[in-house]
């Protein structure tokens, strides 16, 4: 099953933007929330957090839910996600299928398209994109006010995203995608810490644990 979140890996070629949203009270003001929100978590050791994340299209009858977890520092990190484990340590990806027996290594930056890169979670929103204030929502106890991101790639999959911020503590709650085709996906972020204690060698990729693997390296 190929899964994929093409709000988070994909950054969409710059086009001209609509003079609407670009001098718009809204535009400004939901681009102010969302460089706070960066800004708090950019300026944080270390991230740790769950995710659920589901994909729905009711014409085509396909309902998928998933949960994963992921830890940041910098531009590392460590998913795991549908039984697939990715390390990025800065250098190289390490995509671990253990059904498979097998290792992708990969040289580049963690832009995978098997698995989410979870560092785009913060700043993917800088690019290709103009703003809209939206709704309010209070969510056992917390505010919760959406941005909707719309996609200045005139043709876009994507008809538009809306991102769910915590006002109050300025944390990611929900990030959903409405698709051109009908599908839609919403990656919800629970537990979510900052500073956490995590092993020196944590994003480290260890080839003792995994010996009897096939191991496949890009040149």
């Known amino acids: 099953m190929t899964v994929k979140l093409n709000f988070i890996l994909k950054f969409i070629v710059l086009l001209i933007i609509p003079l609407r949203l670009l001098y718009s009270q809204d535009h400004e003001k939901s681009r102010l929330l969302l460089d706070k929100v960066s800004k708090n978590m950019l300026s944080k050791e270390n991230m740790s957090f769950e995710f659920a994340y589901k994909l729905e299209?009711?014409?085509?009858?396909?309902?998928?839910?998933i949960v994963g977890n992921a830890q940041i520092s910098g531009e590392k990190y460590k998913l795991n996600f549908m039984?697939?484990?990715?390390?990025?340590?800065g250098h190289k990806t390490y995509t671990i299928i253990p059904e498979n027996e097998e290792i992708n290594i990969d040289s580049g930056d963690g832009n995978s398209d098997l698995m989410?890169?979870?560092t785009n979670l913060i700043t993917f929103y800088t690019s290709g994109y103009g703003y809209e204030w939206?709704?309010?929502?209070?969510?056992?106890g917390r505010t919760i006010q959406y941005i909707k991101l719309l996609p200045i790639e005139e043709n876009s999959d994507v008809k538009y995203l809306l991102i769910g911020i915590d006002i109050n503590s300025l944390k990611l709650y929900k990030i959903i995608e409405i698709g051109q085709n009908g599908t839609n996906t919403t990656l919800k972020i629970i537990n979510q810490s900052f500073n956490v204690s995590l092993p020196q060698n944590h994003f480290k990729f260890n080839p003792e644990?995994?010996?009897d693997y096939f191991i496949n390296e890009d040149s």
């Open 134 to 140: 939206d709704i309010k929502q209070i969510v056992m």
């Open 83 to 89: 039984d697939i484990q990715q390390i990025y340590d």
């Open 57 to 65: 299209n009711s014409k085509e009858k396909i309902s998928q839910e």
């Open 116 to 118: 989410i890169k979870p």
């Open 209 to 211: 644990s995994y010996k």
